[in-house]
Nanobody
Framework: QVQLVESGGGVVQAGDSLRLSCAAS????????MGWFRQAPGKEREFVAA????????HYVDSVKGRFTISRDNAKSTVSLQMNSLKPEDTAIYYC?????????????????WGQGTQVTVSS
């Protein structure tokens, strides 16, 4: 079956960096767009970033543009999220997700598979 396993979360201070990774198995990874979403306590899950199947197109929520970078390695079936200049408002559980198609999307309903999430906590 399809599995998405996130890693790399942790507790950091404002201004620090973290790199999240997500390893996929059980599916032909290179055929599908990938995304990262997050959910803060008491809030709805929100889109963070997405990347197309070949990595040629990516997009981000406005609040992370210029600070976060999504990338993928189709040979290793992994997708990563480099997070720089972290802010306390970035604190959330971060989820990796695999889209139903090739093209990146900010709509969570367009994603078929989800990881269990990894906690990111940014202290001020």
């Amino acid at each position: 079956q399809v599995q998405l396993v996130e890693s790399g979360g942790g507790v950091v201070q404002a201004g620090d960096s973290l790199r999240l990774s997500c390893a996929a198995s059980g599916i032909t990874f290179r055929l599908y767009a990938m995304g990262w979403f997050r959910q803060a306590p008491g809030k709805e899950r929100e889109f963070v970033a997405a990347i197309s199947w070949a990595g040629g197109t990516s997009h981000y929520v406005d609040s992370v543009k210029g600070r976060f970078t999504i990338s993928r390695d189709n040979a290793k079936s992994t997708v990563s999220l480099q997070m720089n200049s972290l802010k306390p408002e970035d604190t959330a559980i971060y989820y990796c997700a695999m889209a139903r198609g090739q093209f990146s999307d900010n709509d969570a309903t367009k994603y078929a598979y989800w990881g269990q999430g990894t906690q990111v906590t940014v202290s001020s």
